[in-house]
C-alpha cells in the first residue's frame, strides 16, 4: 500500500515538474535569433497578426472542450451497474448552439486567414528590389538580377524596401525560412515559388532552411542583413567590382595559383578569375561575417580548418558529388589560400 501511493506521489510530481518547465519556456526574454514570434517588417507582422487573433479564440476553445469532458466524466461517471442516464433523444437549442458558435468561429478565422495568404503572397509592384534564391544542399545562394550581383548565405537588403523572392532549388526542397521578416516558403526544382519579405530596421536576421533536405539539413542556416539605403548601395556597388588578383610572388599570389591548380577554380566563381558553378561564388568572400550555409564565423581560424578538412567541419558527402571535398592541402598550400581569400573585399 505505502508503495503505491508513493508511486502515485511520484507521478504527480512528475507531472507538476513538467508543467512548470513547459511554463517556465514562456518566460524566454527576446534574445533569441530565430524568433517567429518576435516580427521585424511588414510581412512578419500580418502573419503575427493573424496568429494573435485564431489564437484566442482556439486557447479558449481548448480550455473549455477539456473542461467539459473532464468535468463530464467525473460527474457522470457510472457508480454502479444499475446507474444509467435518463435517455434522451435531440436537443434542438444545444444542437443549434453547437453548430452556430462553432460556424462563426471557423467563418471569422477563414476570412482573416484566406484574406492574409491574398495578401503576403501578391507580386509586389512599383520600387522592389528583385531577388533569386537559390537552395543547394546545403547553402543558399543569392542573385540581383538587376544589380548583376551573386553570393551566398547572406541576403544583403536595403531597409523599408519589398524584396520580391523567387525562390527556387538546385538539387532537392529546401524550405526559406528568414524567420523575423516572413513565413517559410519552399524552394522546388524546376519551380519558381514567390515570398515577399520587408525589413524596419537595420539589423541581422537569422533563419534557417525548414524543410529536411539531407544530412546537413541542420547545418543550413541562413542571415538576411538589412542596411539602410545608403549603405546598401555602397555595399551593392562594391560586389557589383570583379576581384582584384594578385600578382607576382607575394603569398596572396601564390595562393591564386593554388586557387586554380588545386581545383578550386572548377567549382567557384570569382568574377573576372575563375567561372566554377558548384559551390558558393566568393568573389567577395571577405565581406562575408558566415559561411558554410551561415554556419561558421568568417574568420582565419574557421576558415583554416575548414580548407584542411570540409567535411570534417560540416557533414557532406562530396564522394556523391555534394559539397566540398577534402582536397588534402598542405599547412602551407592553406595558409597561402587563405592570404589569397582575405584579398577578397
Ligand atoms: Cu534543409
Known sequence: ????????????????????????????KQTFPQDALHPQGPYADKIDRLWRIVFVPAAIMFFLV????LFVSFRYRARSDEDAP????????????????????LLVIGV???????????????????????????????????????TANELHIPTGKKVNVTLTSADVIHSF???????????????????????????????????????????MRLRVVAHS??????????????AAIPTGTSDEAVGAGLFKSK?????????????????????????????????????????????????AEKPMMPQNGIGMPNLKLSDQEIASLISFLQTLH
Open 229 to 242: 539605403p545608403s549603405d546598401f548601395a555602397a555595399w551593392a556597388a562594391n560586389q557589383q567590382k570583379p
Open 112 to 150: 482573416l486567414t484566406v484574406k492574409t495568404v491574398f495578401d503576403i503572397n501578391k507580386i509586389p509592384k512599383g520600387n522592389v528590389l528583385p531577388v533569386t534564391v537559390t537552395g543547394h544542399q546545403w547553402w543558399w545562394e543569392y542573385r540581383y538580377p538587376t544589380l548583376g550581383i551573386t
Open 177 to 219: 525560412w528568414p524567420t523575423e521578416l516572413a513565413g517559410k516558403v519552399d524552394a522546388i526544382p524546376g519551380r519558381m515559388n514567390h515570398l515577399t519579405l520587408e525589413a524596419v530596421k537595420p539589423g541581422t536576421y537569422d533563419g534557417q532552411c525548414a524543410e529536411y533536405c539531407g544530412l546537413s539539413h541542420a547545418n
Open 66 to 69: 477539456m473542461f467539459l469532458v
Open 86 to 105: 435518463v435517455q434522451t433523444h435531440g436537443n434542438i437549442k444545444l444542437e443549434l448552439t453547437w453548430t452556430i458558435i462553432p460556424f462563426i468561429l
Open 263 to 311: 581545383g578550386c577554380s572548377g567549382c567557384h566563381t570569382i568574377n573576372g578569375y575563375s567561372a566554377g558553378q558548384v559551390g558558393p561564388n566568393l568573389t567577395h568572400l571577405e565581406t562575408r561575417k558566415v559561411f558554410a550555409g551561415a554556419i561558421f564565423p568568417l574568420d582565419e581560424q574557421h576558415l583554416t580548418r575548414w580548407l584542411r578538412n570540409p567535411p
Open 1 to 28: 500500500m505505502r508503495n503505491r501511493v508513493s508511486a502515485a506521489k511520484r507521478r504527480v510530481m512528475l507531472g507538476v515538474v513538467a508543467a512548470v518547465g513547459l511554463l517556465a519556456t514562456g518566460c524566454a
